[in-house]
């Protein structure tokens, strides 16, 4: 499930991720995942894999993560403008 800058990108939250793959994958096809495409840790990555919570384990599958957990990626990045649109975001959930 896509979150982060092409997540914020898709839905039009105000935010351009040209060429980053940000998604949750869950724990079990993390592996097959990483090895099919021959992932390597990179310092300046285009795909970002993160691990399925525990608690989001009855997420349903589909191409986006919930908003909230978007939100809260967005919020936690370094970048300035992306962190930005992930408080504003935050925000609106009171």
């Known amino acids: 499930m896509l ?13 351009r991720a040209s060429g980053l793959v940000d998604a949750y994958v869950a724990t079990d096809r993390f592996e097959g995942l990483a090895n099919g495409y021959r992932l390597r840790a990179s310092r300046e990555p ?4 993160r691990l399925t919570p525990r608690f989001a384990q009855d997420w349903p599958e589909r191409r986006y993560a919930p908003v909230s957990a978007i939100a809260l990626d967005l919020a ?6 992306t962190r930005e649109v992930g408080l504003a975001l935050l925000a609106r959930f009171g």
């Open 3 to 15: 979150t982060g800058p092409p997540a914020a990108n898709d839905l039009q939250l105000g935010l």
């Open 46 to 49: 285009n795909v970002i894999l």
């Open 76 to 81: 936690e990045d370094p970048d300035p403008r």
